[in-house]
């Protein structure tokens, strides 16, 4: 098998992490996504929608999409859990997962891909004000995953988890949209401390 | 149990669809979006994001995130089976329903509630430009899902998926969003006709 993916790019770097948490290896082939090569025929037969990262299995099988790809190696490597062990474990982690998306990830990738000037030409139109709405979005967003981290040690609960490696990534992704985070979250900041300290946020 | 949702909007109508084609029955307590029930004191403490639907266990756990909901019942109650039965099958599943999330769902809500005159005071700043370019953006949404509909009966396969689901309610929103479906997309246009031909259509 192998991982078709743009090692700069955030959703690449989730499944990455995963991955080193899970201690799996896979083959990574690169897709340079300032060169254009997402929109390349060969490409796009592998994913219409031209995005990475895209799992391709040795039987010709093809996965996209992050979380996805991650329920895939969670299923066939269950240990160390990332999705959790119980039904409302998985259901709680995967709300928390998709609010940090949602309220944290996305703004912080719109802002970047609105406001950025490397942008110009891959996000068409770039649409500043949009930018700008969602620089405050991921403030927000900030608030209110400092507030959950106020009770508990990771962002659904005591263990790590892809809810952590979500909002990991987005508050890295947020130096390159060139949002400050704000001195008073001093509970994401001590997450992000802790996050940061595990062997896997080098992946 | 019951799920605090508001009738109207796509998001709780994909719990009841999912629910429906299980046979599920569960209490529905509303919440007023356009009196902004949902930014409440009582409503914020269940969601804090301030976002329907939220699932609330007896035992007061709270599940919000409309998969994140899905997926508890469809634990709870595999039969029939929306999400998959083996590791291949719900990661291909899981694909095509954030597929259909990010490339249809959201640039049609995104058009609405950046074009709607009834989305003024919910969205703030509403950004004409960037619900313009959603707009834009559920037509290629549109053409992609027509283009892998060539070849199936549904979204994700031979058989009715959550992916489905989403597909369906951001179409029937596509009205409300007042986006056209192009006449030349006969296979979405079809298989519109036969998802929407099933009882749960109507939840």
């Known amino acids: 098998m192998k991982i078709h993916e743009e ?12 991955l080193a948490e899970k ?15 997402h929109k390349s025929a060969e490409f796009t037969r592998l994913n219409p929608l031209q995005k990475v990262p895209v799992l391709e299995l040795d039987d010709g099988t093809i996965i996209c999409e992050t979380v996805a790809i991650c329920r895939y190696f969670e ?3 269950p240990d160390p859990a990332l999705m959790g062990t119980t039904t409302i474990e998985r259901a709680r982690i995967e709300m928390f997962q998709r609010q940090v998306e949602f309220s944290l990830f996305q ?4 802002c970047f891909r609105h406001l950025h000037p490397a942008m110009e030409k891959l996000e068409v139109p770039q649409v500043a ?4 709405a969602n ?8 608030s209110w995953l400092d507030d959950q981290l106020k009770a508990r040690q990771f962002v659904a609960g005591d263990t790590y988890t892809i809810a ?33 300290g595990r062997p896997s946020s080098q992946a």
């Not at 703004?107 to 719109?110: G, L, N, Y």
Request: negative net charge.
């Open 7 to 18: 090692k700069r790019a955030p959703n690449p770097r989730r499944v990455r992490v995963f």
């Open 23 to 37: 201690g799996i290896d896979v083959e990574y082939q690169q897709v340079n996504i300032l060169d254009s090569e």
């Open 75 to 77: 299923e066939l490597h």
């Open 107 to 110: 703004p912080i990738a719109h």
């Open 129 to 132: 004000e949009w930018g700008k």
């Open 135 to 142: 620089g405050e979005r991921a403030l927000a967003g900030m």
């Open 164 to 196: 952590d490696i979500t909002a990991l990534i987005a508050i890295d992704f947020r130096k390159v949209a060139r949002i400050e985070m704000p001195d008073e979250l001093t509970h994401l900041k001590d997450w992000h401390e802790r996050v940061s």
